[in-house]
């Protein structure tokens, strides 16, 4: 994926946690949470929505973004 800014265009995507929410704003472990993600090195498989797009692009930081196979 080019940039940080995650498109909803219904691709899946393969979200990795690569940092940890310790020291993060609430939201941003509100935000790991709703996505699936509990420590580093979690991995998840969602369709890129507006909604998980939403959440990617705030946590952008914290995660590292691939399309799925």
């Keep these: 994926m080019s940039g940080k ?4 265009d219904g691709a899946e995507l393969r979200i990795t946690q ?10 941003m472990r509100n935000t790991l949470r709703s996505l699936g ?4 090195g979690n991995v998840v498989v969602r ?3 507006g909604v998980t797009a ?16």
């Excluded at 800014?5 to 909803?8: F, V």
């Excluded at 690569?18 to 939201?27: D, E, L, M, P, T």
């Excluded at 993600?37 to 580093?40: A, D, G, Q």
């Design 5 to 8: 800014r995650i498109q909803p």
């Design 18 to 27: 690569i940092r940890s929410v310790v020291g993060q704003k609430q939201n």
């Design 54 to 69: 939403g959440m990617v692009n705030t946590v952008a930081h914290l995660v590292k973004v691939e399309e799925a196979k």
């Design 47 to 49: 369709k890129a929505d």
């Design 37 to 40: 993600l509990k420590r580093p």
